[in-house]
């Protein structure tokens, strides 16, 4: 199984090199959407299973996640943190709708998610005079109106997303203050709490929460993926001293625990105190993480989080379930999906990578 698992996975540290032929035959349907910086500035991109550019549009700034409909006939960029811009666009022909925003006293954070229904759009935002953080409420079928908020029950609220039941929210909140007017700026690294929650999108009540460790209290947590059983695999950064090197990946199990992963120190260390993404695999067998100050890709078990393999992979950050196994875009250009490995080199892929599952 590990020689099967590395004959997948080693394209991703292979020259990349377009295939023959590739770019010849006939357009193709979106497979995956990611970002990406070209000479005339931030785009949206779709990309099919072979990683060719099938779509794209513009963006107003740097974008950072995306959502998409649980028909996949709808979805939404956000802007990077602290930005104020989201734009919902049709996958399929990659067409933008009107932009749209958050209340003066309110700022993206990158992420959101659709409810079960497709009615409602729920996204991380930073209340930024209050300190805290709120899932904004959009109706997706009145332009994307502001519809109510309900709180995260923490600060920095950054990945946030839908249980499979429909009826919840986890969150993560990164623990991270910030504010526009100082940009980029994380005012409270000495203070920091970060948490997971699981909200109720009907009430806003919260039903579960869990903290790490005090000694941990500067570990952001950021990322996450859901399991086939519920269970949720996170991702952090670390805002503490280089030196230290905590564990970044983790588990959560809807209690007022969670388990960090007790990964070989070179592996670790690996990450260079920055995960910065996490995917599962569709059967929920391989779970990734990425690190692209650390260039690489860690392999873990999906089932019990044990060590697999590391794939080195320069400026590495999005990843996405395939067909296969796991994709990944790279600040280099690289988009590995399947048996195909291939090197746009004029975009620089941005963080995130997502996946697509359009009806025929």
Request: net charge neutral; charged share 20%; hydrophobic share 40%.
């Amino acid at each position: 199984m590990a020689m099967d698992r590395r004959g997948l996975l080693l394209g991703l540290a292979c020259s990349a090199l377009p295939l023959p032929g590739f770019g010849m035959s006939p357009p193709a349907s979106p497979a995956f959407l990611a970002t990406g910086r070209r000479a005339d500035g931030f785009h949206a991109m779709a990309l099919d299973s072979g990683g060719r550019i099938v779509g794209s549009f513009p963006l107003p700034g740097r974008g950072h996640g995306m959502a998409v409909s649980p028909d996949g006939l709808q979805a939404v960029v956000f802007a990077r943190r602290p930005g104020r811009f989201a734009v919902p666009f049709t996958p399929a022909d990659m067409r933008a709708a009107p932009t749209f925003g958050t209340s003066a006293d309110r700022h993206f954070l990158g992420h959101g998610f659709f409810s079960a229904d497709g009615s409602r759009l729920f996204t991380t935002q930073n209340d930024f005079e209050a300190a805290r953080g709120v899932l904004g409420i959009h109706d997706t079928r009145h332009g994307y109106r502001r519809a109510g908020e309900i709180e995260t029950h923490g600060i920095g609220p950054h990945e946030a997303l839908l249980t499979r039941d429909g009826t919840a929210a986890v969150i993560a909140n990164g623990g991270i203050l910030t504010h526009p007017d100082y940009p980029r700026r994380k005012l409270n690294i000495p203070d920091m709490q970060p948490s997971l929650a699981r909200v109720d999108l009907a009430t806003g009540a919260l039903l579960a929460r869990a903290t790490l460790p005090p000694a941990l209290h500067r570990l952001s947590i950021r990322h996450l993926v859901q399991a086939p059983d519920g269970g949720v695999w996170f991702c952090c950064q670390h805002e503490g001293p280089a030196m230290e090197q905590p564990p970044l990946v983790g588990r959560w199990d809807g209690g007022d625990g969670m388990r960090l992963l007790d990964l070989p120190r070179a592996v670790t260390a690996s990450f260079r105190n920055y995960a910065g993404s996490i995917a599962a695999s569709h059967d929920g067998q391989l779970v990734a993480v990425s690190s692209p100050r650390g260039g690489v890709i860690v392999m873990l078990d999906g089932r019990s989080g044990a060590y697999l393999e590391t794939i080195a992979v320069t400026d590495v950050c999005g990843l996405a379930p395939d067909s296969t196994g796991i994709a990944a875009t790279s600040g280099t250009g690289i988009i590995r999906s399947g048996q195909r490995t291939v090197r746009h080199a004029e975009i620089a892929w941005d963080n995130h990578m997502t996946a697509l599952a359009i009806p025929a």
